[in-house]
């Protein structure tokens, strides 16, 4: 027979100030570890979820991120003339383009210097990316000209980045006409054409080529093609691909840091949980003798008490839980030193977050209620009936 | 017995509740005194940083280089004393995940610009004489275990060798040095500009352009002055510069950082809030069972001052004691969590601000977890006490 589950409801409100106390400290270790995996989802979501796998980026073999790849714009030509495997606009002409990428200096408005990615395309970029590029505000650049528009991530963030602005490139002013929303990483830049920007920049080359690929293209055939390609080899993924390998070093570092964090701040809310039932333990030792003396075995005991702790780390849990709630939707910003480019995105609070937050603080509850309910349950009835 | 030793007693009425908070607070603490380290670290070179050094970059961006002219010009401004490239390569070694800067330098111009440079083993002659030689800190002959004559092979990721993807470019270790202050960092590779350059020369798509010019100042020149000269003369091209402090320089990596420095602060502060519940939980719990001894003493003529000691003191003492254990903690492991994060945080130190902000928090804690239960044992009547049940 196991001993009611009520009991333990009262014994924990009967001590409220203790036990309060505790679901504090638990809270604040579980909100802690799920704060920071909030950041790491916010992270890895814009990257994972904003790439295609219907576009194929092309890089410089050897280079891993665009910034370092580079092509010259002959080849680049050279490259986007023979592509047969990519879809085609009406016209017949195939949706492939070249982009030239580069981290400029900019101020944040809050003070510091960062570094924003520029991206300079040509009009198949808009082309091959149909709808997924909105104009939220003023209109978009004039193709040939020095205008540039901005990802919404970037207003309010980084001076001289408002409709009506100018930004200067090197010695070149660029009129700043709009603003743009992708949902992605594209955010975080500014766009322009590229022919103006590769001149402003006193660049040699552009970046990279991005294609659509037509239906039923096989990616990897494609890659060993160019791979071959005398003129002008290039490695080849996906947009997707090309986007979340941009993250692993990132992602790994906030990983292991709310891990470390959880471990280290979970042994002190171990050791806290453990106190308070053993305090809860010596107080209540006269009714353990009656509830044994009544017939209840001490594995019932040992459950019961054991079940208490799991409350206490669940409601600890859950208090964490709503404590995190409110940081989901706040917009930060942080160096990819992946990439050392600034990438803007807000904490995601998902369930898989509140999944391992309350998963944790069960943890927590179920090592911190071991010794004190392993203690009660080997009383025995004369001992306890005689204590307190 | 006086009022410590019945505290002593009183604590280890329940061994292993106050061990249990000790070792909470120890972890606590420890936690604190590294994290707060470790952005300390961040800004290290930055406040270390020589005052005779300037750095000149790309106004534009980080990874746009300048013509190879620029530092012969500059060292025509008057109060400069030499002015040489400081190329990043971004090669790897192995494996990516074995990060470190390397950097093509004129050899002789680094070693006059940087007396930190200690010597531990080959000599001066030696790297300015070896075309393809490097100079590697302590740090990273600790980590690889490179000794001097070791062929390092780095394959250029940024800069790839001419005669193919594939090929590496060849270093071989002859020397190893040690840094006398922060603003030089003990896990970096030196080797020659000239072997740098001459190999890219050969087919290029692009001239060679310097990433960075590091330029040596006399001490007696206005650094504002010769900052400003050197701007205005690349102000209308061909590549604007900006030129800063060495310590700005430091500092401008650091700010890339961005909220991290706030979001440990805030990590900090969750640690804190769970630590002095923790406490105050132990304190209370203590106190409630003290209620029928402070009734004895009370009746027995003690005053209300002697109560409210008591119960302060066991707070100060149980503090005390875990907050001692977690800085002894900070401060063993400082050797180890060094070598754990030297590769991002060279320079992790407890600096002593950092130890006094410890002994600070642990007053604190001890005050806040302790100044209910003695308040409330000072007040106590006597008799509502001596009925009170254990």
């Given at each position: 027979m196991l001993v009611p589950l009520s009991y333990n409801l009262r014994s924990l409100f009967v001590r409220r100030s203790a036990s309060l106390l505790t679901i504090f400290g638990i809270a604040a270790t579980v909100a802690t570890v799920a704060g920071v995996l909030a950041l790491q989802q916010g992270f890895a979501s814009i990257y994972a979820e904003s790439g295609r796998e219907d576009v194929a980026v092309f890089l410089r073999p050897g280079s891993t991120y665009e910034g370092d790849s580079v092509f010259t714009r002959e080849r680049g030509a050279y490259l986007v003339k023979g592509l047969q495997e990519a879809a085609v606009d009406e016209e017949g002409l195939p949706l492939a383009g070249i982009e030239c990428f580069l981290a400029i200096r900019r101020f944040k408005l809050s003070g510091g210097e960062t570094n924003v990615p520029i991206r300079g395309v040509q009009p198949a970029t808009f082309a091959i990316r149909g709808d997924e590029i909105e104009i939220v505000?003023?209109?978009?650049f004039t193709p040939g000209t020095n205008e540039v528009i901005v990802g919404r991530r970037l207003t309010g963030r980084i001076r001289d980045c408002d409709v009506g602005d100018v930004i200067t490139l090197n010695t070149t002013p660029c009129q700043v006409v709009g603003v743009f929303e992708s949902g992605g990483t594209f955010d975080s830049e500014i766009?322009?054409?590229?022919?103006?920007?590769?001149?402003?920049?006193?660049?040699?080359?552009?970046n990279r080529v991005i294609a659509r690929l037509a239906d039923g293209v096989s990616l990897e055939a494609l890659a060993a093609r160019l791979k071959e390609d005398?003129?002008?080899?290039?490695k080849v993924l996906t947009e997707r691909a090309y986007l979340s390998s941009q993250t692993t070093a990132l992602s790994l570092v906030l990983k292991f840091l709310s891990g470390f964090l959880g471990l280290i701040m979970g042994i002190a809310a171990v050791f806290t949980a453990t106190n308070t039932m053993l305090s809860a333990i010596a107080a209540r030792t006269h009714e353990i003798g009656i509830l044994l003396a009544t017939g209840f075995r001490p594995v019932a005991i040992f459950l019961s008490f054991l079940f208490e702790s799991l409350l206490l780390g669940l409601l600890g849990g859950l208090v964490g839980c709503l404590l995190t709630l409110p940081i989901n939707g706040i917009e930060t910003g942080t160096t990819n030193f992946q990439t050392f480019t600034e990438i803007a995105f807000a904490f995601r609070v998902t369930p898989s977050v509140l999944m391992t937050a309350v998963l944790f603080s069960l943890l927590l509850g179920l090592v911190g209620g071991m010794l004190p309910a392993w203690k009660a349950a080997r009383l025995t009835p004369t001992q306890a009936l005689r204590r307190g | 017995m006086g009022i410590f030793g019945l505290s002593l007693r009183n604590l280890l009425r329940h061994p292993v509740r106050s061990l249990l908070t000790a070792l909470s607070l120890m972890v606590a603490i420890f936690l604190l005194c590294s994290l707060r380290s470790m952005v300390t670290a961040l800004t290290a070179a930055a406040t270390e940083a020589s005052t005779t050094r300037l750095w000149v970059q790309s106004a534009v961006s980080l990874y746009v280089g300048m013509p190879l002219s620029y530092p012969t010009r500059i060292e025509a401004i008057d109060g400069v004393k030499e002015a040489f490239p400081f190329q990043w390569f971004g090669g790897v070694y192995q494996d990516p995940s074995n990060f470190f800067g390397q950097f093509a330098v004129d050899p002789e111009k680094l070693l006059r610009a940087y007396p930190e440079l200690v010597w531990l083993e080959g000599s001066p002659e030696d790297f300015i004489g070896t075309r393809t030689g490097a100079l590697v800190g302590t740090g990273l002959a600790k980590t690889f275990d490179w000794k001097v004559g070791d062929k390092i092979p780095l394959s250029g990721?940024?800069?790839?060798?001419?005669?193919?993807?594939?090929?590496a470019w060849d270093f071989e270790v002859?020397?190893?040095y040690e840094a006398s202050k922060a603003s030089l960092d003990e896990n970096t590779f030196f080797f020659h500009w000239d072997y740098f350059e001459k190999t890219l020369e050969v087919d290029r798509d692009a001239p060679v352009e310097v990433g960075?010019?590091?330029?040596?100042?006399?001490?007696?020149?206005?650094?504002?002055r010769v900052m400003s000269e050197i701007d205005a003369l690349y102000e209308n091209g061909p590549q604007r510069v900006q030129t800063t402090t060495e310590s700005e320089f430091q500092a401008q990596f650091a700010s890339m950082f961005g909220n991290v420095p706030f979001f440990v602060s805030v990590i900090g502060g969750a640690v804190l809030a769970a630590i002095v519940l923790a406490c105050i939980n132990t304190m209370l719990m203590a106190a409630r069972e003290q209620t029928h001894d402070?009734?004895?003493?009370?009746?027995l003529g003690f005053p209300d001052t002697s109560m409210f000691r008591l119960l302060l003191t066991q707070s100060f003492l149980l503090c005390g004691v875990g907050g001692a254990m977690g800085l002894g903690l900070a401060l063993g492991s400082e050797g180890g969590m060094r070598e754990l994060v030297s590769s991002m945080l060279p320079a992790y130190r407890i600096l002593d601000e950092t130890k006094i902000l410890a002994v600070v928090l642990i007053v604190v804690i001890g005050l806040v977890a302790g100044i209910a239960p003695a308040l409330r044992s000072s007040r106590l009547k006597c008799i509502d006490a001596l009925s009170a049940r254990e």
């Open positions: 505000e003023g209109r978009t766009w322009g054409d590229m022919d103006s920007i590769l001149t402003a920049l006193n660049r040699y080359g552009p005398k003129q002008a080899p290039a | 990721a940024l800069f790839p060798h001419p005669d193919g993807v594939d090929v002859v020397g190893i960075a010019i590091v330029v040596s100042i006399e001490p007696t020149t206005s650094a504002t402070i009734g004895i003493m009370k009746s």
